[in-house]
């Protein structure tokens, strides 16, 4: 697989867009890989010869059927599915003791050539995000500019600083990953309970109250929560 596919520069995920700047990241690594393997990778026997033994994750194979490209997701599949017949169900290996088909199919089951990208790719931006901080004193002021830091994210960045940042750049960049997540949070259940409070006769039935900056609040609560549904982290 072509290595560019998972550089992203940093300065173009933090400059543009709101929300969680690692949701962000994220995203758009997925989508480019998603667009990989339905475009260039067709043409790259050695991405098919490792969807055909991953095979994808339920997120990640409605992804790419949300996508145009749907005669490049059949042949994909149509090997994938060649396989499956091969390796899960292939002679010997059920009957009796069908351990070793079993085995085959969970990990058939459990694979995902997207997630397995992203994952890689994902470790290298991380690596490069600390690099930059550490050297560019610009950046630290746009990364304290970002909408807030998703808890899930909260947890990647605060568990892998450390290996990446010597004492004092990790004391400032540790206080502001607290203050991008805790002070979201603190916003997120003003307004959370605002929300609940909107259900209250005595407020709903108040014309002057406004409400209309809590009515996401919910939306919002998730995507703090579950880094924008994320599956794996
Ligand atoms: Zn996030
Ligand atoms: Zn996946």
């Known amino acids: 697989m072509r290595e560019d596919i998972c550089t992203i520069p940093i300065s173009e995920v933090f400059e543009n867009g709101d929300g969680c700047p690692i949701c962000r990241m994220r995203k758009m690594l997925e989508d480019r890989i998603v667009d990989y393997i339905l475009g260039a990778a067709m043409m790259e026997p050695d991405v098919r010869i490792e969807t055909n033994?991953?095979?994808f994750c339920s997120n990640h194979l409605q992804?790419?059927?949300s996508r145009r490209n749907r005669l490049q997701l059949g042949l994909i599949l149509e090997t994938h599915l060649k396989e499956i017949e091969n390796e899960?169900?292939?002679k010997g290996v059920f009957g009796l003791n069908n351990k070793k088909s079993a085995y085959s199919a969970a990990r058939t089951v459990e694979s995902c050539f997207v997630c397995d990208k992203v994952d890689f790719g994902?470790?290298?931006l991380i690596k490069t995000l600390f690099i930059t901080y550490n050297n560019q004193l610009d950046f630290r002021e746009t990364f304290r500019k970002q909408e807030f830091l998703c808890l899930p994210h909260y947890k990647l960045l605060c568990e892998s600083a450390k290996e990446h940042l010597s004492k004092k750049p990790l004391s400032d960049f540790?206080?502001?990953i607290l203050n991008l997540s805790k002070g979201y949070l603190q916003s997120l259940y003003n307004d959370v309970h605002k929300f609940t409070k909107m259900f209250d006769y005595r407020n709903s039935s108040d014309e002057n109250a406004d409400f209309s900056s809590v009515k996401n609040s919910i939306?919002?609560?998730?995507?703090y929560l579950c880094a924008k549904g994320e599956e794996t982290l």
């Open 122 to 124: 994902m470790k290298s």
């Open 88 to 90: 899960v169900f292939k």
């Open 63 to 65: 992804q790419m059927m």
């Open 174 to 176: 540790n206080e502001d």
């Open 219 to 223: 939306e919002r609560a998730y995507d």
């Open 53 to 55: 033994r991953l095979g």
